[in-house]
């Protein structure tokens, strides 16, 4: 009977703290200059969001989404850039820790540069140099 009740008590916060979550969000940039585009392939573990381009300075990429559990929530985006796409990274852009109420409103700001990738946790916080470019 108590595994009964505790199940009815994960179960109601769960379902109860999807409604009221603010979806995560993964915003990535592209301030590579003038005339340099951004190539990037998101994926989670549940969703491919397919190759895409993004121009200098043009409106940021979002991807809004709740955590999965019992599943772990992760969104990885291979960035490419540079003549011919010689400059790649495999970024994991999130990755939700284990818990069993999931986390609402978290962000992660990554910003694609000439000298590396850019990385912020809050809107008002300034990114910083996260990873560097690997020529392949």
Known sequence: MKHL???ILVTVTYFRSQ???VKNRVVIHNELGPGRNLEYHCYSNKD???I???AFNATPY???????IPNLT???????QGPNNKFVFDVQMYKAGPRLIPRCGQIRIW????DGIYFARHLDTPSVL????IEK
């Not at 979002?62 to 999965?68: P, T």
């Open 48 to 50: 491919d969001l397919g």
């Open 74 to 80: 992760t969104w990885n985006c291979l960035l490419r």
């Open 62 to 68: 979002v991807i809004a989404f709740h955590d999965e």
């Open 130 to 133: 996260a990873l560097r470019w």
């Open 19 to 21: 409604e009221a979550c």
């Open 111 to 114: 910003t694609a540069k000439l």
């Open 5 to 7: 009740i505790l199940f």
């Open 52 to 54: 895409k381009n993004m």
